[in-house]
């Protein structure tokens, strides 16, 4: 159920090691590409994986559910205007299986999901479902976009069981195309386990944000600063930037917060330090900007260097460096835009980063793409340095 950045990886990892896979999703465009072998997603790989499971039959993709031994939800978690979790994507799902589901059955959800989804899931199988006997399963999927088709085999997996028997019948199945170990808990532990992994890299990288923004204002250089103590044998600071972007880290903390309101204190200041880095850096450009008039009594012209949310990638899913540069923009300041790994984005002309470094009077880093690392930078430039790209550090 759902053949996105997730689901259809899976589907089609699973065709080709052998399994009969029937691949649904409610976009009838999606269905229709697969069918044909085709990808409407991007992810190096995926579309040899996709091609030889369709060829081979084994891999048919439809609008609707069918029986099915195992059955697997990786449908979207997103959240709502007020950053609680909204699972309605998985309720739908599951109500689409109810009458699919027999005794004997196994279902499992992949969706990285609030705690106690998958009791959820379980109850709406149980109250309106025929099957008495069925195994429901917790197991988070935790790939690198980009190196999936590799990661969906290599990586360690957790499965959390609603039941101890549920768990030992799913750690045989991924161990029948999984590399890596399979580990086994309860389901709850699973949930919590996916989301601490991703509240963990937030909090580390809202350390560094913060480090970042007090050195700056005691006038000191942060990535000299990092680099120094990382130099101690148990500190490893992570780099700051922009903020936090794409569509996990920025997002799957906030199941923790919903739930566990003010015992999730840590937790819910990193989502804040790291959702005010890109405010801070608006500041901080709108501050040179004027400057810079006052100094050369004409409007300056300010390069935005990068766009996507982390490097070397053209992933622009909730990008901070995005934010920043329309942002920038609205306020009338005059922008050139530089994405390398872009060729166009609706609303915004981009413009190739040597050009803009030649043109523009403020060269503002936001992404440490490898382009801008040794670029030759006029000595007349003024540059921010957000991500460190520039830094000898
Ligand atoms: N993409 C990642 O790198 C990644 C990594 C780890 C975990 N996750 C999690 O996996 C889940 C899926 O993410 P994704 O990136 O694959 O999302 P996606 O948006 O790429 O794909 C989800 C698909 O599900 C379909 N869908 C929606 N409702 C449906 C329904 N009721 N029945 C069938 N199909 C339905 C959508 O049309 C879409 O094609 C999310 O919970 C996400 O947080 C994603």
Redesign the pocket.
């Known amino acids: ?7 259809l990886p899976t589907a089609a990892l699973l065709a080709t090691k052998g399994y009969k896979v029937h691949g ?4 009838a465009d ?1 269905v229709e590409t697969i069918n044909k072998g085709e990808i409407h ?1 991007i992810e190096p790989e995926l579309d040899a994986f996709v091609k030889s499971a369709v060829q081979s039959g084994n891999l048919k993709a439809s609008l609707k559910p069918d029986y099915a031994d195992i059955f697997m939800i ?4 997103p959240i709502d205007n007020e950053n609680n979790p909204d699972i309605t ?1 998985v309720i ?2 599951t109500n ?1 299986i109810v009458p699919y589901v027999k005794d004997y059955n196994t279902v499992i959800l ?4 609030p705690v106690g989804t998958t009791e959820i899931i379980a109850n709406i199988l149980k109250e309106k479902g025929s099957a008495k006997d069925f195994y429901v399963c917790y197991t ?4 690198l ?1 980009g190196q999936t088709m590799r990661e969906l085999v290599e990586n360690d997996r957790i499965v959390g069981g609603l039941t101890p028997e549920a768990a030992k019948r799913v750690q045989k199945f991924y161990k029948t195309f999984v590399h890596g170990e399979v580990l086994v808990t309860n389901c709850r532990t699973a949930e919590m386990s996916k989301l601490t992994e991703n509240a963990c890299r937030d909090v580390n990288i809202a350390f560094a944000n913060e480090l970042s923004i007090l050195c700056d204002k005691f006038g000191i250089n942060v990535w000299e600063l990092i680099s120094l103590a990382n130099r101690h044998p148990r500190i490893n600071i992570l780099k700051p930037g922009s903020g936090v972007g794409g ?2 880290i920025a997002i ?1 903390p906030w199941f923790i917060v919903a739930e566990g309101k003010e015992d999730a204190k840590i937790i819910r200041t990193a989502r804040e330090i790291n959702n005010r880095k890109p405010l801070w850096v608006i500041e901080k450009v709108e501050k040179t900007v004027k400057e810079f008039k006052q100094k050369n009594k004409k409007e300056p012209l300010v390069a935005c260097m990068g766009i996507a949310f982390k490097p070397d990638i053209d992933d622009l899913r909730e990008s901070p460096s995005l934010h920043i540069t329309k942002d920038l923009i609205k306020k009338g300041i005059n922008v050139l835009v530089v994405e390398p790994n872009v060729k166009k984005y609706p609303g915004l002309s981009l413009t190739e980063y040597t050009e803009a470094i030649a043109k523009a009077d403020i060269i503002l880093f936001l992404v440490s793409h490898k382009q801008f690392k040794d670029v030759a930078i006029p000595a007349d430039k003024t540059v921010i340095d957000i991500c460190g790209v520039r830094s000898k550090y």
């Open positions: 159920m759902g053949l996105g950045y997730i689901g649904v999703d409610v976009k999606v997603i990786s449908v979207p978690t994507y739908e799902a689409a992949e969706s990285t999901s988070p999927e935790r790939v976009p569509h996990c799957d």
